[in-house]
């Protein structure tokens, strides 16, 4: 199309490519943005009434998970009738809260409302690392006054990405405490296991660890399944990893909506522009 012949369509093709422009800006400002060193926590509530409640074994132990999450990403039972053959949890006291067949045969089911009946996801945000809340973590969303009957019990998962920028290398070391489980993996292979019902109690991490340069996938997933107290604390001892909430290539339906409308706005004007050449 010869251009200078339609003079009118040329003007609003400019303002269409300056909106365009705009309207770009916008949508990535729009876009949620984290400082470094935080992960996304997801929050769950267990029935006051689920079975597990007040009935799983005392004490502090380091083996109560297998090394790999299962297939549905979730902490496997470290017991002979999941696959276990050596350094096995003691079956007597262990979750119930498993899936029983399949292949996730297994794996604890705290953190998974498709999987547990008991267990009601209650909302997400973003918090900095360390992580801190050593005791009245309550449900709901840790902000609750007890738990136990009628309030339920407080279950959370925290997930990010760990960075070491290019061309490096990093030795960190991981610290981990809670009231009453917490269990951390690192591109889904455990890092800390901290099982059992305890007062609030620092388990026992993979560390120090040396990382070479990519992203890896953290999970820290925390349940309090007795009466009294619950807490989490959490760290990475390191500075040269940013750890940061997960990416996610999927904008939020309002953004994609507001930028949509916009570029729609500006179809009446290339009509009246086009119209009156």
């Not at 079975?51 to 470290?78: C, I, R, S």
């Not at 096995?88 to 547990?116: K, Q």
Request: with cysteine; charged share 10%.
């Amino acid at each position: 199309m010869d251009m200078t012949r339609y003079p009118g369509f040329a003007r609003a093709a400019v303002h269409v490519a300056m909106g365009a422009f705009v309207l770009g800006v916008l949508f990535f400002a729009a876009l949620p943005r984290a400082s470094a060193n935080s992960v996304t926590i997801t929050y769950y509530t267990i029935a006051w009434n689920d079975p597990d409640a007040n009935n799983l074994a005392h004490g502090v132990f380091n083996n109560e998970v297998q090394n790999n999450l299962g297939p549905n990403g979730l902490p496997v039972l470290n017991t002979p009738a999941y696959g276990c053959t050596s350094g096995c949890y003691n079956p007597v006291g262990a979750p119930g809260n498993v899936v029983t067949s399949g292949p996730g045969a297994g794996e604890i089911t705290y953190w998974d409302p498709s999987l547990n009946p008991y267990v009601t996801e209650t909302g997400t945000a973003t918090v900095s690392l360390p992580f801190s809340v050593p005791s009245n973590f309550f449900p709901p969303n840790g902000t609750g006054v007890a738990d136990g009957y009628p309030y339920g019990y407080q279950a959370a998962v925290l997930s990010g990405n760990l960075i070491v920028p290019a061309h490096t290398s990093e030795t960190i070391s991981f610290n981990i405490g809670a009231d009453d489980m917490a269990f951390a993996f690192l591109n889904g292979q455990v890092v800390c296991d901290l099982g059992g019902v305890h007062a609030s109690t620092a388990g026992t991490c993979v560390s120090p660890m040396t990382l070479s340069t990519g992203t890896y996938s953290l999970e820290v997933f925390f349940v309090d399944i007795n009466q009294y107290q619950a807490g989490l604390t959490f760290g990475i001892n390191t500075s040269g990893i940013i750890t940061t909430p997960p990416t996610s290539s999927t904008p939020e339906p309002g953004t994609l909506l507001l930028l949509g409308s916009g570029l729609m706005g500006f179809v009446p004007l290339i009509r009246r522009r086009f119209a009156r050449t």
